[in-house]
């Protein structure tokens, strides 16, 4: 699936889980971090760029899905982020969840184009070829379902976002963040009116 649906999905487990925004960040950062594989391909554009050669992904295609979808990526991911968290068993066992969503997302949802362009779940790698998953059914990257999952994943952030007070830009600025729900809660306030919605308490949030 795209970073984008991770990135939604891995948030709404984390603001269900988690209290503080230090480890809810931490959390959906683990639902993202698989794909950090794919940034081989600014390698990639950089090179062309650089050469005037027209663009191969080379790079793209030699290391996504090797380097951080596979059971040695999830142990220095979750060991990283849980010297970084407040409750660090916890957010221990939620980034490795996430972790393990993202790949279940992958093997249901990373189709290329025609039928028989499967990403499989190199599970072993970078250290070994084995395990290797995957699944015939496998739905197109740009498929109608990962669009109609996109489409409920914004409405149900945009839901919490409104009720909690917080959104997923939490996670990049608590600037950008307060200033994006206020925004949510005005429209919410205004297309249901009503008790007002649970207003900002992020000040009182320890970090
Ligand atoms: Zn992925």
């Given at each position: ?34 794909d ?14 650089a ?29 990283a ?127």
């Open positions: 699936m795209s970073p984008l649906i991770h990135f939604m999905a891995s948030w709404l487990v984390a603001v269900a889980t988690t209290e503080n925004p230090r480890d809810r960040r931490l959390i959906t950062i683990a639902g993202v971090i698989p950090i594989d794919g940034f081989g391909m600014i390698a990639d554009v950089v090179k062309s760029i050469t005037g050669e027209p663009t191969t992904f080379f790079y793209y295609q030699r290391y996504h899905h090797y380097l951080g979808h596979g059971w040695p990526a999830a142990i220095v991911f979750t060991l982020f849980a010297c970084l968290a407040r409750q660090r068993w916890r957010t221990a066992l939620l980034c490795l969840a996430m972790f393990h969503l993202h790949l279940l997302c992958d093997f249901i949802a990373s189709r290329g184009p025609t039928p028989g362009d499967i990403w499989p779940i190199l599970y072993g790698e970078p250290v070994s070829r084995h395990p290797v998953w995957m699944w015939k059914g496998q739905w197109q990257l740009d498929g109608w379902q990962n669009r109609i999952i996109a489409v409920l994943l914004v409405f149900a952030v945009l839901g919490v976002t409104a009720r909690r007070g917080i959104s997923c830009l939490e996670v990049f600025s608590r600037r950008l963040d307060a200033g994006f729900v206020r925004v949510i809660q005005k429209w919410y306030s205004a297309f249901r009116p009503g008790p007002k919605p649970q207003e900002n308490t992020r000040p009182q949030d320890q970090i």
